[in-house]
């Protein structure tokens, strides 16, 4: 795994909750149940991505999502436009597309773009596929 995809592995949010949840929240963190309220929000956030396992997995085989980190190097969409195809990225997870892969490359090979998650790519090259990015 290159630098840019574990830069990736988390991003960062931002929620909001009234003062009686928050103070809920730091009940149980003071009372040891969680080392901090990232811990509590992390774990409650994975009790729910459990519990409805079986719905995201039937959604990911029905849209045909690749499940995780999908990368798009420069030499697999030269590969691609050498075989005059292109691309329909539909990702759960993360996606990127290396930095060196030039925008006449990325707008002659990818038709669309579908993230669930989270997209790395240069600002240029997104710019450029902003039309196909849904």
Known sequence: MDGEIMAAESEKITINLGPIDLGQVDLLVQEGFYSNRTDLI???IRNQLNQHADVVKQTVARKSLVFGIQ???R???ETLQAAGQRLQIQ???LASIASDVSV???LATIESIFVLGSLHA???IKTALA???H
Do not use: F
Request: charged residues 20%.
């Open 71 to 73: 990368h798009y190097s």
């Open 75 to 77: 030499a697999d969409l």
């Open 122 to 124: 240069s600002a240029v």
């Open 131 to 133: 039309p196909r990015i």
């Open 91 to 93: 990702v759960l997870g």
């Open 104 to 106: 006449e490359l990325a």
């Open 42 to 44: 992390r774990t409650a």
